[in-house]
């Protein structure tokens, strides 16, 4: 199994490719002078099995009209709690859909909720998510927290959930154990202070830390996550505790069974 994380500065997207090939895409960001999904993808592959939308906000889904467009998306996986008419509206506040935001509800009311799974091979994709409601009415914290786990290694994609969303899903105890068993953390909401949430490591005990972000970034938490990683070796750049995508650029995990993970700079 193979993880990028893409440079695709203030956005998200990341591919996971399972051994026979299958795709995971979680979000589907772009850099406006650099990296596109919908570029990217289609010279490697006919279709993405899965797509992962962490919430609904437009960094996240940018080129996904673009990327629909040339080719087939199977399988759509986004908080079913919230209606695509409920969306529409909270989003319409805010200004026009963008296409990529009128591409995912679109997407969303064609799918509908029930979808059979994707064979990818081993991998196992565990979500929890926090229903719409009075208590969380906010896109972030309506973020689906997925975990990637492969054998013995297992990755968390959050979105750009919340400290508040964080306390909530800290209740579950199935929640606590999926953390538990992380190898490599994703920050959530590209590394700012209100994604991160102390608690969340009395359960979790990462190697390495990943921050999506873009090159303005007045408020990244850097320094808090370095003390909460084991740290590892880096390509060549020796043992790092956190990695971002500003200064790292593509980010790479490579994880054969029986085998430690690697993780390494992309091209
Ligand atoms: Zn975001």
């Known amino acids: 199994m193979r993880i990028d994380i893409f440079n695709v500065g203030h956005g998200a997207a990341a591919l ?5 090939n299958n795709l995971v895409l979680f979000d589907c960001g772009h850099d406006a002078n650099g990296f596109r999904p919908s570029v990217y993808l289609p010279q490697n592959w006919r279709a993405v099995q899965q797509l992962v939308v962490s919430h609904y906000d437009s960094d996240h889904v940018s080129d996904l009209a673009n990327l629909r467009a040339r080719m087939p998306i199977e399988r759509l996986l986004s908080n079913p709690s919230i209606s695509v008419n409920e969306i529409r509206q909270l989003k319409l506040q805010e200004g026009p859909l963008t296409p990529g935001m009128a591409a995912l509800l679109e997407m969303k009311s064609r799918f509908g909720a029930v979808q059979n799974e994707a064979d990818l091979a081993g991998i196992s994709i565990p ?126 995990i490579d994880k054969t069974l029986g085998q430690a993970f690697t993780i390494r700079k992309g091209r």
Do not use: K
């Open 127 to 252: 979500y929890f998510y926090l229903p719409y409601g009075p208590r969380f009415s906010d896109m972030n914290n309506l973020s689906i927290v997925a975990f990637v786990r492969y054998g013995d290694f297992c990755a968390v994609i959050p979105g750009d959930i919340e400290r508040a969303g964080w306390l909530a899903l800290l209740e579950n105890h199935d929640f606590r154990q999926q953390l538990a068993a992380v190898n490599v953390f994703v920050a959530s909401h590209h590394g700012r202070d209100n994604g991160y949430c102390e608690e969340v490591f009395q359960y979790c005990h990462p190697d390495i830390v990943v921050i999506s972000d873009g090159p303005i970034q007045h408020d990244s938490q850097q320094h808090c996550y370095d003390r909460h990683a084991r740290g590892l070796n880096f390509s060549r750049d020796g043992w790092r505790y956190v990695l971002t995508t500003r200064w790292d650029g593509h980010i790479v």
């Open 16 to 20: 996971v490719v399972a051994d026979n």
